[in-house]
């Protein structure tokens, strides 16, 4: 089941400690950069999604996020607002999870 955290101060929650299985993304809207997040998960795997401000990360930020590990994905060709982004993301793991 998914869950949803509280909105958290970026630093703080990059310090945060996470099982080492778990998958990291970043979502942002890098389109060079970036690969789909459902080419990047690997099914059945717990994950820790980033999902930014209105506006997207700022570079720094999406740097501190892959100094801890995180890796940077899309959830597609469009821009989302934020709220839609985190539904989006949830709905892409549970769609992949089915597939498996």
């Known amino acids: 089941m998914p869950k949803l955290n ?5 630093k703080v929650f990059l310090e945060q400690s996470r ?8 979502a942002h809207c ?14 059945g795997n717990d994950v820790t999604i980033l999902i930014g401000p209105e506006g997207d990360f700022s570079e720094s930020e999406v740097q501190l996020a892959h100094a801890k590990g995180f890796k940077s994905v899309l959830m597609g060709k469009a821009r989302l607002r934020t709220e839609t982004a985190g539904l989006v993301a949830c709905h892409t793991i549970n769609f992949l999870n089915e597939l498996r």
């Open 19 to 26: 099982p080492a299985t778990t998958q990291l993304f970043i």
């Open 30 to 43: 890098d389109y060079e950069e970036n690969s789909d997040l459902h080419q990047n998960y690997q099914a």
């Open 6 to 10: 509280e909105l958290t101060n970026l």
